[in-house]
């Protein structure tokens, strides 16, 4: 199996980077070669370079891509001297860089809202170490969108200027979410989103997902990965997106509306309830041992390391904040889906549907309204999207959308 085999429909993606793989594998060769001297400045024809940006909508396998380029530049398969290119997926470098033990691969993903200045300045500080084992120091950073300004300005030095053997990997949505002076120093790679039959094949080949649920779980999702393994693998999952797909035949009057909006934002908080039960309770008790806690002194902890616990816990308030973010934009993700689904009825397209498991409802609300009023709900819709996005309270900005899809 190759370091590309998860990365779904991006076969344009995959030759360019296994290209860039092979190229880097020559220049740290060629500098072994020559008594381990510093490793070459990638002429200008070489399809390697030592910043890149991964974007490509929601789904498309950003980071999947990022970490396994990142496995394919640290690849020792004897096969590469004898022309086979970087990216085995069985080696150790492939295997370590792949399941996130490799030393020389630090892939950076954040549950907070932001990454900050002081994170930033220590991926800075990494970068500019040598590999301690591994053919290239490599930093993947998913979500690159997450910089805070000043963070991003931290970064910019090292992407500009980095060690001889140190490539930067950031994901970011779009190029409109990294600062101009980053994204101008990076080689960009696009991604699209994946062929919902793609998706599907790989829920059912590497997860053992039955067929006809892998087929119904990438079609709901229009082919983000991600989405499509939680519904397939998560009842839990399932039953929300349900309750989701029925608010349009609850907003018929103002009880209705705002009844249905209170759901939606209970149903985002047990979403965060529910992470901080699997993650926080762990967390606090392994920073309690570390700091010394000791069974019998009644859970007292030693002087001084109250503020450890204290930005631990402030830490995973930011993380269920972002929790119920994510959840009520997956919501309205989903009802986004489903007037598009509707506004195709009403326009007699051809397009396959992504929610045919609640066609009776689409043909309801398709009947009972124009093609205007329908785009006039998804707007709402997007408002809503980007009224949270601004730090709207949350209520609010859902009981806006909520009057909105009533009103039309």
Sequence with gaps: MAVWDDLVGQDRVAAQLS????????????????ADGPVAEPMASSKMTHAWLFTGPPGSGRATAARAFAAALQCVSPDRALGGA????????????LVGTHADVEVVRTDMLTIGVKETRELVRRAQLSPAGGRWQVIVMEDADRLTEGAGNVLLKAVEE??????????????EDVLPTIRSRCRLLTLRTPPVDAVADIL??????????????????????????????????????AAVLKLPLRVDDVGGCLKAAQELIDAAAE?????????????????????????????RLPRGTAGAMKDLQDRQKRRATRTQRDSLDLALTDLTSFYRDVLALQLGSQVALANTDVRDALERIASGSKPERTLRR?????????????????????EAMAMALRAG
Aim: hydrophobic share 45%; net charge neutral; with cysteine.
């Design 19 to 34: 290209a860039a793989a092979r190229d880097a594998d020559a220049l740290v060769t060629a500098a072994g070669e020559a």
């Design 378 to 398: 998804i707007e709402a819709i997007t408002a809503c999207r980007q009224a949270l996005d601004r730090n709207v309270a949350p209520l609010l900005a859902v």
């Design 271 to 299: 979403d965060a309830k529910q992470v901080a039960e699997e993650v926080d309770a762990k967390e606090t008790e392994e920073l309690r041992a570390a700091l010394g806690a000791a069974a019998g002194t009644g859970g």
């Design 204 to 241: 059912v080949r590497r997860d053992g997902i039955d067929p006809e649920l892998a087929a119904s779980a990438a079609r709901a999702t229009q082919g983000h990965i991600g989405r499509a393994r939680r519904l397939a693998t998560d009842e839990r999952a399932r039953v929300r997106r």
């Design 162 to 175: 980095p060690a001889p053997r140190t490539v930067w990997l950031l994901c970011a949505p779009s190029l």
């Design 86 to 97: 970087p990216g085995c997926g069985f080696c150790e470098g492939c295997h370590t860089a």
